[in-house]
């Protein structure tokens, strides 16, 4: 198959071959269109029909074509009637001054045409223009930001479609859609964009460094992990754990700042778009009834049982209370396979994982050993009596040797088939032993897409040959995703939704039965050879959790949203916090003894998410993002990011019931701003890598568009972090400063009174750079978040801790 270039390239042979029997006087505007400015973009530059959007409007006219999908990357000018633009004579493919191009009487139709449609581009914030008169194209950029106004910079000029064919490889570079992508017609006229100053992360030696831990806190930080996450993986408490800690409370959390409709309609888009039926897989009062079904009667449908939920939603935790809480009576009687594809990050082939695993849990588990010799005869008797009704048979009594040798070696041959193999040793297990097999295929959704749907094959291939019940977990996204295009599409399989418990549940429930643990044996099981803890300080530090995860509203809030309902997540946000370097532990625990009560204030907490194990915030290894760095030496950008956010939600909560906006309203929002189309790219971009939004492809016709929703992630980011002085405390040391005078300013801290002096310096910065915004009506506004944030520098500076939240109900630590 062609490439497009090629593809592309044979096009342009095409049209030229029918522009030469035509004469451009005798066609019209339409035609002209049509016939060689419709071919050109499509046909020859590979533009797809979607991504070109006719007579767009732009508030003060209409372009004639904006090229790009979601939101436009090159705008078009064509000829219009009567107007007839030409090139001065002799003109040669390649660079030009655009005052030359259009100078004189006979430069006036150029000009006004550039003119025209670098003000539909200065409108949308579109840096590429072009215009053409359908034999002929004139390139520019007409919106820059290296203070060179358009109409005097260069353009690059194809006269003639014979030009555009000799020299096809500078015109693809330079206006195909990935050549816009790559940005080349920047480079091709050499705009280069103002340089951005480096942060001053770039200058501080050894960062982000490594935060120095007490022996104290190194210690709990180990038996924090094994008491909130270790012990689920415990032999021995396994079912304790199960029934205690399990929580089903579903999604709709009172901290979430998303609505509640939005989190109601978490698998909206299964039913709507896909017309797949998904269910809860569990009720108010236990189990669907429809999976109870599906359990007994999939080895028969020959379908897999999908269980969708997003990562860390608790799919693993409810397939381990399913087989030994929920139906033990079911699974005490199978033969349970579970493959975990997460456990190994340098897996082979995933089909071969499958199959190596299930021999050895059968061999482990069961005792089964389907390579042992009177076995493997059991499993083959019908293959023995062939072969001995065979030629080869009669060597039985004339070379009993030589017989015994085929015989062996037709058992080798069959069991080295390993596939085969293991669904022949199933069919016999539960033919002769009568008992259900069920295969549980988990933990794919940490890998990519392409491996989730090949594990979905994987399942439906093994539903429909092997003799047994097959589960598999995907994620949400994936499995729409492929239902529409990929894997799922060509199979109608059972589909049952998972939603994450309540984080604040959870976490009650996983501190109690800790310190259940603690307190009636002092050790945790015999994990990993009896180990036992003196465990006093450890007792005393969950304590304080038990009492904040039950009455703590701030803090679950935070825990709450920026888990985004990743329970791991969650669980990882509190062993990170019990041993981290940033709080004063030891302080802690003594006002914990002394007083019975220790309130955790959120910029405590705060900081550990923030710094890490680091001396200094480092957004590469934080779970907590940056929402105003920028990419581009334009001040406005600090808030691109928040305005995107603020309208994504806007939109979702009161037009879209299920929350979900198209890229391209979203698009149309930044260009009118005037932000470009490579600054809302790399921050939409951003916003989705940090879980600040969904980004999910969505059909409608014979359309794919992106469409976006806010997650608790972005929404508690916006409307809360963004009051912190803890927050920009971080993240002053990873944002670009434009104004180098107060770049020079921004320097290393250590001290409180330090770091409030250069909050506050920061916080005056971005006063200054959000007046390029005037009086817009906006979604979201920088004033009133910084004056949340003054609030609470003047907190911190009157009492010496950051608020972050309020006063807390007992004794703070220092920051």
């Known amino acids: 198959?062609?490439?497009?270039?090629?593809?592309?390239?044979?096009?342009?042979?095409?049209?030229?071959?029918?522009?030469?029997?035509?004469?451009?006087?005798?066609?019209?505007?339409?035609?002209?269109?049509?016939?060689?400015?419709?071919?050109?973009?499509?046909?020859?530059?590979?533009?797809?029909?979607?991504?070109?959007?006719?007579?767009?409007?732009?508030?003060?006219?209409?372009?004639?074509?904006?090229?790009?999908?979601?939101?436009?990357?090159?705008?078009?000018?064509?000829?219009?009637?009567?107007?007839?633009?030409?090139?001065?004579?002799?003109?040669?493919?390649?660079?030009?001054?655009?005052?030359?191009?259009?100078?004189?009487?006979?430069?006036?139709?150029?000009?006004?045409?550039?003119?025209?449609?670098?003000?539909?581009?200065?409108?949308?914030?579109?840096?590429?223009?072009?215009?053409?008169?359908?034999?002929?194209?004139?390139?520019?950029?007409?919106?820059?930001?290296?203070?060179?106004?358009?109409?005097?910079?260069?353009?690059?000029?194809?006269?003639?479609?014979?030009?555009?064919?000799?020299?096809?490889?500078?015109?693809?570079?330079?206006?195909?859609?990935?050549?816009?992508?790559?940005?080349?017609?920047?480079?091709?006229?050499?705009?280069?964009?103002?340089?951005?100053?480096?942060?001053?992360?770039?200058?501080?030696?050894?960062?982000?460094?490594?935060?120095?831990?007490?022996?104290?806190?190194?210690?709990?930080?180990?038996?924090?992990?094994?008491?909130?996450?270790?012990?689920?993986?415990?032999?021995?408490?396994?079912?304790?754990?199960?029934?205690?800690?399990?929580?089903?409370?579903?999604?709709?959390?009172?901290?979430?700042?998303?609505?509640?409709?939005?989190?109601?309609?978490?698998?909206?888009?299964?039913?709507?778009?896909?017309?797949?039926?998904?269910?809860?897989?569990?009720?108010?009062?236990?189990?669907?009834?429809?999976?109870?079904?599906?359990?007994?009667?999939?080895?028969?449908?020959?379908?897999?049982?999908?269980?969708?939920?997003?990562?860390?939603?608790?799919?693993?935790?409810?397939?381990?209370?399913l087989v030994h809480v929920e139906a033990p009576e079911l699974f005490d009687q199978a033969i349970s396979l579970y493959i975990d594809f997460g456990s190994s990050s340098t897996l082979g082939a995933l089909d071969a994982h499958v199959v190596d695993n299930s021999i050895d849990q059968l061999n482990d588990?069961?005792?089964?050993?389907?390579?042992?010799?009177?076995?493997?005869?059991?499993?083959?008797?019908?293959?023995?009596?062939?072969?001995?009704?065979?030629?080869?048979?009669?060597?039985?009594?004339?070379?009993?040797?030589?017989?015994?040798?085929?015989?062996?070696?037709?058992?080798?041959?069959?069991?080295?088939?390993?596939?085969?193999?293991?669904?022949?040793?199933?069919?016999?297990?539960?033919?002769?032993?009568?008992?259900?097999?069920?295969?549980?295929?988990?933990?794919?959704?940490?890998?990519?897409?392409?491996?989730?749907?090949?594990?979905?094959?994987?399942?439906?291939?093994?539903?429909?040959?092997?003799?047994?019940?097959?589960?598999?977990?995907?994620r949400p996204e994936t499995f729409y995703q492929s239902s529409r295009d990929g894997a799922v599409s060509g199979y109608h399989p059972r589909v049952f939704t998972i939603s994450p418990p309540r984080a604040d549940v959870m976490l009650q429930r996983r501190v109690k039965f800790a310190l259940n643990q603690l307190e009636e044996t002092g050790r945790l099981g015999s994990y990993p050879v009896g180990v036992t803890v003196d465990s006093d300080s450890l007792r005393t530090f969950l304590d304080i959790l038990s009492d904040n995860f039950r009455n703590n509203r701030p803090l679950l809030a935070l825990i709450e949203n920026l888990a985004g309902g990743n329970m791991r997540l969650a669980l990882g946000f509190v062993t990170d916090f019990i041993g981290s370097g940033h709080i004063d532990t030891r302080k802690m625990i003594e006002i914990q003894k002394a007083y019975g009560r220790y309130t955790v204030a959120v910029h405590e907490f705060l900081r550990s998410l923030m710094f890490g194990d680091g001396n200094y915030y480092d957004p590469a290894s934080s779970a907590i993002p940056n929402l105003l760095r920028i990419h581009s030496a334009d001040g406005r950008e600090h808030f691109l990011l928040p305005l995107l956010l603020a309208q994504v939600q806007s939109l979702g909560e009161k037009v879209a019931r299920d929350g979900y906006v198209a890229a391209d309203a979203i698009h149309r929002f930044a260009h009118d701003l005037g932000f470009e189309e490579s600054q809302i790219a790399a921050a939409l971009d951003r916003a989705a890598r940090s879980r600040l939004v969904q980004a999910t492809p969505r059909t409608s016709g014979p359309r794919t568009t992106l469409q976006y929703r806010i997650t608790t992630v972005g929404a508690y980011s916006l409307r809360t972090l963004l009051g912190y002085f803890t927050y920009y405390d971080a993240i002053v040391v990873d944002t670009p400063i434009l104004d180098a005078e107060v770049r020079r300013t921004i320097v290393d801290a250590f001290t409180l009174p330090e770091r409030l002096e250069r909050v506050s310096r920061f916080q005056a910065y971005l006063d200054r750079q959000w007046r390029g915004f005037g009086d817009e009506d906006l979604p979201w506004a920088w004033p009133e978040t910084s004056r949340a944030l003054a609030e609470d520098v003047e907190n911190v500076r009157a009492r010496g801790v950051p608020a972050s939240g309020g006063r807390p109900r007992g004794h703070g630590a220092s920051s």
């Open 1 to 321: 198959m062609p490439s497009d270039f090629d593809s592309g390239a044979a096009a342009l042979d095409q049209l030229l071959s029918w522009s030469e029997a035509r004469s451009d006087d005798l066609m019209n505007e339409a035609e002209t269109r049509f016939h060689l400015i419709d071919s050109l973009l499509v046909d020859v530059l590979r533009w797809t029909r979607d991504s070109i959007h006719v007579e767009s409007f732009t508030g003060e006219g209409f372009i004639d074509y904006a090229l790009g999908d979601p939101g436009p990357q090159l705008v078009l000018e064509a000829k219009k009637e009567g107007v007839h633009f030409s090139l001065p004579v002799g003109t040669t493919v390649g660079i030009h001054k655009i005052a030359n191009l259009a100078a004189g009487q006979e430069g006036k139709p150029l000009k006004a045409a550039m003119e025209q449609v670098a003000g539909y581009a200065a409108r949308t914030g579109v840096g590429p223009a072009a215009v053409c008169n359908g034999r002929q194209l004139v390139l520019f950029l007409a919106v820059r930001t290296d203070g060179t106004p358009p109409m005097e910079g260069q353009a690059l000029v194809f006269p003639s479609l014979e030009d555009m064919r000799s020299s096809f490889r500078l015109l693809w570079d330079n206006a195909s859609p990935l050549g816009l992508q790559d940005r080349t017609l920047f480079k091709t006229l050499r705009s280069a964009s103002p340089a951005i100053p480096d942060a001053l992360a770039a200058h501080l030696p050894n960062y982000p460094g490594t935060k120095r831990r007490n022996d104290l806190q190194a210690g709990l930080e180990i038996l924090g992990e094994l008491f909130l996450e270790d012990v689920s993986r415990l032999e021995e408490l396994r079912e304790d754990f199960l029934r205690e800690c399990y929580s089903t409370s579903g999604a709709l959390s009172q901290y979430a700042q998303v609505s509640k409709q939005i989190l109601q309609t978490r698998y909206a888009l299964l039913g709507s778009d896909s017309g797949i039926d998904a269910m809860p897989v569990e009720r108010k009062k236990g189990l669907s009834p429809e999976l109870t079904q599906d359990m007994l009667a999939a080895a028969t449908s020959r379908r897999p049982i999908i269980l969708l939920g997003d990562v860390g939603s608790g799919k693993s935790t409810f397939i381990q209370r």
């Open 365 to 474: 588990r069961y005792g089964i050993d389907i390579e042992q010799a009177s076995f493997v005869e059991a499993v083959y008797r019908r293959e023995l009596k062939r072969f001995e009704s065979g030629v080869v048979g009669a060597l039985k009594d004339t070379d009993p040797t030589g017989y015994l040798r085929e015989r062996v070696g037709l058992l080798q041959r069959l069991v080295e088939a390993r596939p085969t193999h293991l669904r022949k040793s199933l069919e016999h297990i539960t033919a002769t032993w009568h008992r259900q097999v069920v295969v549980f295929l988990d933990n794919i959704d940490q890998r990519s897409a392409d491996d989730q749907n090949q594990v979905f094959l994987i399942a439906n291939e093994l539903a429909s040959t092997w003799p047994a019940t097959v589960f598999v977990t995907l």
